[in-house]
């Protein structure tokens, strides 16, 4: 029973150790549109959550927008990327 739970405990740590966050970067090229669009079709965020996120990266010059594993938000990346959007990985 105590193997089981250090095991688990453990696994549960490796786990948030996988865990990356995609970063929205700001710039003075693209719209608050188009930004929220983005969010929207790229990473299936709802309208009000993707305006507010926008806003965020606006004042603040950048904010989290999804967190996964790397295997997740890699595709996310690479589109946000090919949609000129500057974003990372940490």
């Keep these: 029973m105590v193997k089981e739970k250090s095991a688990i ?4 740590k ?3 150790s996988d865990l ?3 970063i929205l970067f700001n710039d003075d090229y693209h719209t608050f549109d188009f930004v ?11 309208p009000l959550q993707a305006e507010q996120i926008t806003l965020v990266v606006h004042y ?5 927008v999804k ?10 990346f690479n589109e946000m990327i090919n949609r000129k ?3 990372s990985i940490e």
């Excluded at 996964?68 to 996310?76: M, R």
């Design 9 to 12: 405990l453990e696994r549960s």
């Design 85 to 87: 959007l500057t974003v």
């Design 20 to 22: 990356h966050e995609l």
């Design 67 to 76: 967190s996964g594993s790397l295997v997740e938000l890699k595709p996310i």
């Design 14 to 16: 490796e786990q948030q």
């Design 36 to 46: 929220i669009d983005t969010l929207i079709d790229v990473c299936g965020i709802e």
């Design 60 to 64: 603040k010059g950048k904010c989290g």
